[in-house]
């Protein structure tokens, strides 16, 4: 079976602080696609950041970033610059191949404290 | 462009009651997808549709929850004889294509009395 865990259930950052979330799946397949959304409270689901897996190049989007580990089966997410807007749950996510259904893990909750 | 949106956002319903909650894709996606969200937790998948076709509705927890595409475009899932534990948040989300990104619309919570 596929799955995704995130060991954090919570976290806190103090503003303009580095935080990293973590994040392991479990998968047989060798190609896939691993995301993180943040969802902030009571809105909508948005995308941070996406991930191929053949790629060994780790994903970048402005002050986010991954550290993804394909042998471990590892894909942390680094918040730079940290901003009170930033406060939300996160969420890592993958899609199963030959299904295209996103698999999430049970989310982070991040605090960024002013 | 708008992006996916649903319709309503929230309902409360009395148990035993039939809802149907919409959704509007972004348009020109091809794939639709439907997810299952408890109060703090992550989604989980229900269904997902490419074009009318309904290609996989294994997350669908009972015969009680049905979801149709008719026309490609706007999708509806439908929950008959509504129980207390169908209270959730029930996202959709649309990508352009199989395996790409998925965007989600802002979720209808369902509140079953």
């Known amino acids: 079976a596929q799955t995704v865990t995130q060991s954090q259930p919570e976290m806190s950052v103090q503003e303009a602080e580095t935080v990293t979330l973590s994040c392991t799946y479990d998968?047989?397949?060798?190609?896939?696609?691993l995301f993180w959304y943040k969802q902030p409270p009571s809105r909508q689901m948005i995308l941070v950041i996406r991930?191929?897996?053949?790629?060994?190049q780790n994903a970048t989007e402005n002050r986010f970033s991954v550290n993804f580990q394909k042998a471990a089966k590892s894909f942390s997410l680094k918040i730079s610059d940290s901003q009170l807007g930033d406060t939300a749950m996160y969420f890592c996510?993958?899609?199963?191949?030959?299904?295209?259904?996103?698999?999430f893990g049970q989310g982070t909750t991040l605090q960024v404290k002013p | 462009g708008a992006g996916v949106s649903q319709s309503p956002r929230y309902k409360v319903a009395k148990r035993g009651q039939d809802v149907a909650l919409r959704c509007d894709p972004i348009?020109?996606?091809?794939?639709l997808f439907w997810y299952q969200q408890a109060l703090g937790q992550g989604p989980e998948f229900l269904t997902y549709?490419?074009?009318?076709?309904?290609?996989?509705k294994s997350g669908l927890p009972s015969d009680r929850f049905f979801a149709e595409r008719p026309e490609g475009s706007v999708s509806t899932l439908k929950i008959q004889r509504t129980q207390q534990e169908d209270s959730a948040v029930y996202l959709c989300?649309?990508?352009?294509?199989?395996?790409?990104?998925?965007?989600f619309g802002p979720g209808t919570r369902l509140l079953v009395l």
């Open positions: 991930q191929e897996a053949y790629k060994q």
């Open positions: 998968t047989s397949e060798n190609n896939y696609y």
């Open positions: 549709f490419q074009n009318e076709a309904q290609l996989d």
């Open positions: 348009s020109g996606h091809v794939s």
């Open positions: 996510a993958f899609i199963a191949p030959n299904t295209g259904k996103l698999i």
């Open positions: 989300a649309s990508s352009f294509r199989y395996q790409e990104t998925q965007y």
